[in-house]
């Protein structure tokens, strides 16, 4: 026996941990554009699993195993990924280090109150309490475009300035409703549009 379920829903989770760390790495080697878009990739992988989750017919087991393993993906893919790919984008001052600890720590609590309103059986089928920490899939890549549009040290305080923002966000008690319809629609579109972009800031700086 293999521990684990792998329906397509946890394999499009996996899939999406696997983009981020293929961002991290890429990152590390200087890689920023590619960095981003693996990062996009996940956002696009965990946009699905949820949806394609709701479509299967699981287990108890299998549907709580893909909560957990989620949440875990989650952490790495839109709260540790963003943090390294700024960190070797040139944040690695202690003030911008501390604005970026406030956003991760917030992603943090934020997976966990998930979990926590998972298990104890709350409806949230509907809405997010809170930013979902995949829409850091979408934003850091659209924030990155600034790089190119203003000197690097302005970049840097934006940049550095969104970290503890966003962090707030993911902590503040407001419904957001999940996408639906057109909006599975609209998403895909964007992040390939963005994706498109990065690959092709890629090409022209090699």
């Known amino acids: ?23 991290i790495v890429l990152s590390s080697t200087g890689e920023i554009e590619l960095a981003l878009v693996c990062l996009m990739l996940a956002g696009l992988a965990d946009l699905f699993d949820g949806f394609v989750a709701r479509r299967l017919k699981r287990s108890d087991y299998e549907k709580e195993f893909g909560v957990q393993l989620d949440t875990v993906v989650d952490v790495v893919a839109f709260v540790v990924t963003p943090f390294v790919i700024a960190f070797n984008a040139g944040l690695r001052s202690l ?6 600890a406030a956003f991760a720590v917030g992603g943090a609590v ?16 509907t809405h997010h309490r809170g930013l979902p920490v995949t829409y850091t899939a979408l934003i850091f890549p659209v924030l990155f475009i600034v790089r190119d549009l203003v000197p690097m040290v ?28 057109v909006f599975y629609a609209l998403f895909p579109v964007l992040g390939v549009l963005l994706i498109a972009y990065w690959t092709w800031r890629f090409l022209v700086a090699s």
Request: a positive charge; glycine letters at 8%.
């Open 95 to 100: 003030p911008a280090l501390v604005l970026m």
């Open 1 to 23: 026996m293999i521990l684990g379920a792998y329906n397509l829903a946890c394999l499009l989770s996996l899939s999406g941990f696997v983009a981020a760390i293929a961002a």
């Open 154 to 181: 302005t970049f840097r305080i934006l940049l550095g300035a969104a970290f503890p923002l966003i962090g707030v966000l993911f902590v503040v008690d407001r419904p957001i409703r999940k996408p639906r319809g």
């Open 110 to 125: 934020r997976l966990a109150h998930f979990n926590t309103l998972s298990a104890q059986g709350a409806d949230q089928s």
